[in-house]
């Protein structure tokens, strides 16, 4: 099956997650999650959540829909990450905003080595969460993908890139 990759388009809202590059001098937001698609930066830019509220949630816009006269059969929220204290075990979560109503993925509670960066979130939604109805074009176009840590720490997580693959109907003409 076909698949599309969007990706952050643009910050649509932010509570207390910056950027940050290894090199000292810092990204912006949308830069340091935008990683080419199958081509991550090793993590030399990335967000994290440096206050010590309970909790820390980043908003964004997603990439136009490309084919957009094909059915859709699902997509999928990814991040990519690590965490900085991976003796500590913390929570993070993926949400999509559909019709200003919030649905959360799966909590996702693991410890990652800095070393290790990988896939930390991977939730599929196959309907849109809002009709129970295939998800349209027309509904990638409106939807907001957000990330929420519900850990009380500073300096957890290491964000360094989201992906939205998009699977869809292939046209006669593709096969």
């Known amino acids: 099956m076909p698949t599309e990759v969007l990706r952050a388009a643009?910050?649509?809202a932010n509570d207390s997650w910056t950027d940050q590059a290894s090199s000292g001098v810092a990204a912006n937001v949308l830069a340091a999650i935008d990683d080419t698609v199958g081509a991550h930066?090793?993590?030399t830019s990335w967000i994290t959540a440096n206050t010590s509220a309970a909790a820390r949630e980043v908003e964004v816009s997603l990439s136009p829909?490309?084919?957009?006269s094909r059915a859709i059969n699902g997509l999928r929220v990814q991040f990519y990450g690590a965490s900085t204290d991976p003796t500590q075990v913390g929570t993070i979560q993926?949400?999509?905003?559909?019709a200003g109503t919030r649905y959360y993925g799966t909590e996702q509670t693991r410890a990652v080595s800095l070393e290790t960066y990988t896939l930390v979130i991977d939730d599929a939604w196959d309907v849109n969460p809002a009709t129970g109805a295939d998800w349209t074009p027309n509904d990638l176009a409106s939807v907001t993908v957000g990330l929420r840590q519900t850990f009380d720490a500073s300096w957890f997580w290491r964000l360094t890139s989201m992906e939205v693959p998009v699977e869809?109907?292939?046209a006669a003409a593709d096969l």
């Not at 829909?65 to 957009?68: E, I, R, V």
């Not at 993926?94 to 559909?98: D, F, N, S």
């Open 10 to 12: 643009s910050v649509v």
């Open 168 to 170: 869809y109907v292939a």
């Open 41 to 43: 930066d090793g993590a």
């Open 65 to 68: 829909w490309a084919p957009s």
């Open 94 to 98: 993926a949400y999509l905003i559909v």
